[in-house]
């Protein structure tokens, strides 16, 4: 009996996931763009903040990464961004996930975070070179000047190429097949901040272009 009662369901349902992929690869590049914008608020909008006043976790950082001054977390109020910010830049040497997300948490956070707090908390966590590559990015994926007081100290700081350079991601140089590939991929921007990040700028980009409505 269960098998003749969850044979046409499952039938049905790849019926509909093909009819969905036939659907979606129909429609130009903006209307997936906005399906893809809908379907992302229809997951994350949500009756309570998706992260803690003080995320301490590595899970709870990254779910500030993803959700801060988004639609799910609107009026959700955190300790110290500044030391939050730096921690998800740590935390983004680990995580290529965060890594993909901090751009659009920088984008979102420059207007309320303090500059000056944010080069202090930096400096504490060792993160300089990491966070002026992070705001160089959000900055291009952006269009717009993000944290341009604390990107220029940075940058004269830390910016430059490095001999050897520095692998964004501690995990890029635990094989050296890995570590050549990731210097293969490595845009300019990387490089000009002394970096192997083995990620296209690209991929920050679609990134933001996808939640940063949301």
Not at 71 to 81: C, D, K, Y
Not at 132 to 156: H, M, N, P, Q
């Amino acid at each position: 009996m269960l098998s003749n009662t969850m044979g046409p369901r499952h039938s049905k349902s790849a019926a509909g996931r093909l009819g969905g992929q036939a659907r979606a690869s129909s429609l130009g590049a903006r209307e997936r763009q906005t399906a893809a914008r809908k379907a992302a608020l229809a997951r994350w909008h949500g009756p309570r903040a998706p992260f803690p006043p003080e995320p301490a976790t590595p899970k709870e950082v990254a779910s500030f990464v993803a959700h801060f001054r988004s639609g799910a977390s609107r009026g959700a109020e955190v300790i110290s961004l500044p030391d939050l910010v730096t921690a998800a830049a740590a935390l983004a040497q680990r995580d290529p996930f965060v890594a993909r997300m901090l751009p659009t948490l920088l984008w979102r956070a420059r207007d309320v975070i303090d500059q000056k707090a944010l080069l202090a908390a930096a400096q504490r966590r060792g993160v300089g070179r990491v966070l002026g590559y992070f705001l160089d990015l959000a900055s291009l994926v952006s269009g717009e000047r993000v944290c341009s007081t604390a990107l220029k100290k940075l940058r004269s700081k830390h910016g430059g190429s490095l001999r050897p350079p520095v692998f964004l991601h501690e995990y890029l140089a635990a094989r050296p097949w890995r570590a050549m590939l990731a210097e293969q991929q490595t845009p300019a921007l990387g490089r000009k901040w002394g970096l192997v990040t083995g990620t296209s700028v690209e991929s920050a980009r679609s990134y933001f272009e996808k939640v940063k409505a949301l």
